[in-house]
T-cell receptor, first 111, second 114 residues
Framework: GAGVSQSPSNKVTEKGKDVELRCDPI?????LYWYRQSLGQGLEFLIY????????KSGLPSDRFSAERTGGSVSTLTIQRTQQEDSAVYLC?????????FGPGTRLTVL | AQSVSQHNHHVILSEAASLELGCNYS??????LFWYVQYPGQHLQLLLK??????LVKGIKGFEAEFIKSKFSFNLRKPSVQWSDTAEYFC????????????FGTGTQLKVEL
């Protein structure tokens, strides 16, 4: 079946611009996660949505980062006023239980 | 906060050699443990997982891992590696200390030479 999909696959932006990254989870999965993979920091948790509950935002590195999940399905991660240190691969995962399935990621480059 | 340590950052092996990658976690309560693999140019894939029961778990492609609670360890093993096992391997944990979110180790880059 279809896995987790993310778009765009690559995004190059200028410092100070806003970006939106999209995640389409596996159909029927109630939980959705965002992680960031960067050199020197490894894989870091950002935010977690579970059904209609309030999201766990404990991993967001600053208030420039936000995410929403509409209709319990698609999610958008927004980074405002991007900085060079935001350059990373942003990964989305979804699950219906304890196992998370990852998408291919969006590689963000901030010039 | 939960933390995960992977002791080997880069490992180079010849084909048919045995593999063991170390993983230790910090939280002492009930946890779920995972090994994920990322092949070159591909996304993270689940290799195996441990939730409860038999502490020796078997995954895909001949990999296995052993959960040793007293050592807070979940080491990954394979008796005989292949060139196609060249990839980055990540140990991860979730559990009551961190909820459902995964805490990852820094990863081990494995290169298998012919």
């Amino acid at each position: 079946g279809a896995g987790v999909s993310q778009s765009p696959s690559n995004k190059v932006t200028e410092k100070g611009k806003d970006v939106e990254l999209r995640c389409d989870p596996i159909s029927g999965h109630t939980a959705l996660y965002w992680y960031r993979q960067s050199l020197g920091q490894g894989l870091e948790f950002l935010i977690y949505f579970q059904g209609n509950s309030a999201p766990d935002k404990s991993g967001l590195p600053s208030d420039r980062f936000s995410a929403e999940r509409t209709g319990g399905s698609v999610s958008t991660l927004t980074i405002q006023r991007t900085q060079q240190e935001d350059s990373a691969v942003y990964l989305c995962a979804s699950s219906s239980g304890d196992t998370q399935y990852f998408g291919p990621g969006t590689r963000l480059t901030v010039l | 906060a939960q933390s995960v340590s992977q002791h080997n950052h880069h490992v180079i092996l010849s084909e048919a050699a045995s593999l063991e990658l170390g993983c230790n976690y910090s939280y002492g309560g009930t946890v779920n443990l995972f090994w994920y693999v990322q092949y070159p140019g591909q996304h993270l894939q689940l290799l195996l997982k441990y939730f409860s029961g038999d502490p020796l778990v078997k995954g895909i492609k001949g990999f296995e891992a052993e959960f040793i609670k007293s050592k807070f360890s979940f080491n990954l093993r394979k008796p005989s590696v292949q060139w196609s096992d060249t990839a980055e391997y990540f140990c991860a944990v979730n559990g009551p200390g961190g909820g459902n979110k995964l805490t990852f180790g820094t990863g081990t880059q494995l290169k298998v030479e012919l």
